[in-house]
Structures are given as C-alpha cells and as structure tokens.
C-alpha cells in the first residue's frame, strides 16, 4: 500500500475512545491493513478469523460491534466499507473529498461520535433483550400447554 495516505484525523484517538470489543480492535486493524484505496474490502468472515486465531463468532461479534460504530459497514457477503475516515486514499485530496462527501453526523470527530456509538450499542442491547424474553415466554407457554 505504498503511497496511500490515511485522511487527516485523529482517528485511533477517536476509536480508542469508544471502548469496542478487544477482537474488534484487532479486526479493524485486520481489515484496515487489507483494504482497497477508498476502504473496500473483500475478504470472508472466515478468512479474517483465521488470520487473527479467531473463531468465527468472534469475528462476526467483532464486526456487529464496528458495524454498530458506523466503522465498517457489510455491503453484502464478504463485502465491507471501512469509514472514509478511517480508509486510505491514494493522495490527500482524495481524502478530503471522502471525508467532505460524508454527512456530518457520521464523521469521527463530530462532537457526539462516541455518545451515538454508547446508544447503538443500548439499543441493540436492548433487542437482544427484548428477543430473550419473547423467546421465554413462548417457552413458558409451550410448557404450560404441555402440562395442561
């Protein structure tokens, strides 16, 4: 990747800020290290864990949770976009106009980056929670109908 330049942010200050799962640092990194210029890549979840001694639910738990951080983002199958802020460029004006083509809000150094990030994360905590306890009740259900 000679010649590729990263966009102009403190980046890493940004994503150490947000207290990501310890695999997704390590699939960042991963996925940085391998990407396109502009932040494609196109690499398997089981390519990633097997380059990072990972097991498949890891990486996939690593990449809900970048995914999660508006970081990565799963175009399709084996298809991701790094944030532009955080992909290469062949040249510091390609980065530029990455970075000033992205709205606002979705940038790393917008003021409430790393709150977002706190609330998706709730959020998501909350589905799964909402899910587990749907799923208990219609356990409990069934077994009430098999005793009866």
Do not use: C, W
């Not at 706190?118 to 899910?131: H, S, T």
């Amino acid at each position: 990747m000679s010649g590729l330049h990263f966009a102009a942010v403190n980046a890493e200050g940004v994503v150490a800020d947000l207290d990501l799962l310890p695999a997704a640092y390590r699939v960042l990194l991963k996925l940085r290290a391998h990407s396109e210029p502009g932040g494609r890549i196109e690499i398997d979840q089981i390519t990633i864990a097997q380059m990072l001694g990972l097991s498949r639910a890891a990486v996939n738990a690593a990449l809900r949770d970048l995914d999660l951080a508006q970081l990565v983002k799963k175009q399709r199958p084996g298809i991701y976009q790094l944030n532009p802020m955080l992909a290469a460029y062949h040249s510091p004006e390609d980065a530029i106009a990455a970075v000033k083509a992205m709205p606002k809000h979705e940038r790393l150094n917008s003021p409430d980056f790393v709150e977002r990030y706190r609330q998706a994360v709730a959020a998501y905590q909350d589905q799964l929670a909402e899910k587990r306890r749907r799923r208990d009740d219609a356990k409990r259900r069934q077994n009430l109908k098999a005793v009866s």
